[in-house]
């Protein structure tokens, strides 16, 4: 069968699809436009060969499960083959029936996804592979998908970081709203990068969570917020240790993965020696939008 063969640029970093001509998942793609490209000079990082798969295909894999993951409705169970390849079998409590496949090589370069059920239980697979797959190559090329609203202001991106609840996509609308010429870049994964160049930066994705942001634009990190609710607005910068505490666990990826993890943890400590972590104790109000604007900034404007 023909294949429809589709490359990608996400902050610097390549990657393809190949997907059959016929596969329904074509007209699914449309968060994935503002990245398409047509460079043939530039490496590509993985690829995704999503495969034909019958209704009724058993996808459970026979080789040993090592973890499993659940939150708000969805499961991912995780297998790990002698070889070192991966499986993650992809459940949603919302679709009974399907379930999602993702079988990867030992080196992270090229995976197989095979996926059953209904549309939107294979529109989830898709999209929740492409964030794995882009994780796990982007660990070792200084490029790290992370959990995060972050907004634009004066070329500047600021990113609120804080466990699912906590305020994240408020505190951004926060700013939308009483900071002039703010806009959002990303509102659930944006891209950190530490380049050659040694600017941290940060990037927009084709992953915005439950917010259609899919924006290929780029911004000069200026600080990360470490979000806690709380009945006062209270903020304070934070030292290297807790700085490193409060960014790691927002970053996706196998942190049991040594290759990937030492990777991590080198852009991480790159990352925090140039920009600055505070902890805001807040309430959802105009007063912690207005203080975390002023401890970000008040750098550039001594400058």
Known sequence: MSKNKYKYIVAKMSFEVHLDVSDELNDHLQQYDPFLTVDKTSDVAFLVNVLSTSPSENLKPDIPQIANFDEEGQRMQIYKSDAGEYSILMTLDSDEVGCCLLTINNDF???????????????????????????????????????????????????????SGTGKSTHSSLWLKYIPDTELLNDDNPVLRFGDDCIPMVYGTPWSGKTPCYRNVEARIGGFVSLNQAPFNKIQRLSILPAYAALLPAVSNMKWERRLNDGINQTINSIISNVPIFRLDCLPDETAARMSYGELTSDIKSE
């Open 109 to 163: 370069s090229q995976a197989w996804l095979r996926t059953t059920g209904s549309l939107q239980m294979r529109v989830y697979g898709f999209n929740s592979a492409m964030m794995m797959m882009y994780a796990f190559a982007g660990a070792t090329r200084h490029n790290l998908l992370i959990h995060s609203s972050v907004v634009r202001k004066n070329g500047r991106g600021y990113l609120f970081l804080g466990k």
